[in-house]
């Protein structure tokens, strides 16, 4: 628990002391620092809800660790041919490198 109320407050410094530095600085308009200063509070509000989230991970598929993005054939699974069952589930096998699995993630909606 003391962990949790550690890290909220280093976080929370951190966002009001960006805040504050936003809003100290010469030339700025008062709505521009009041901008600055809601934009630090709603970022205090922020770890405040998603502290209450359930936490959560991303399967990640085989062969994308970040030491195989250089070189896309590292990694890849090799696949005979006919060595898939039937039952299998019809599952193909992974293929195609990180950037082209990253952009297909992107351009799907």
């Known amino acids: 628990m003391l962990e949790v109320v550690a890290a909220f407050l280093v976080k929370t410094t951190v966002i009001l002391g960006v805040a504050n530095g936003a809003c100290s600085i010469r030339g700025l308009s008062a709505a521009e620092r009041h901008t600055a200063a809601c934009i630090g509070v709603f970022g205090v509000a922020m770890i405040g809800a998603f502290a209450w989230l359930p936490g959560w991970s991303i399967a990640v598929p085989v062969g994308l660790v970040p030491g195989d993005w250089a070189n896309p054939a590292v990694g890849q699974p090799t696949v005979a041919a006919g060595s898939a ?16 699995w990253i952009l297909a993630m992107y351009s799907w909606r």
Not at 85 to 100: E, F, K, N, Y
Request: charged fraction near 5%.
């Open 85 to 100: 069952s039937a039952g299998d589930g019809g599952t193909p096998p992974a293929s195609g490198s990180v950037w082209t």
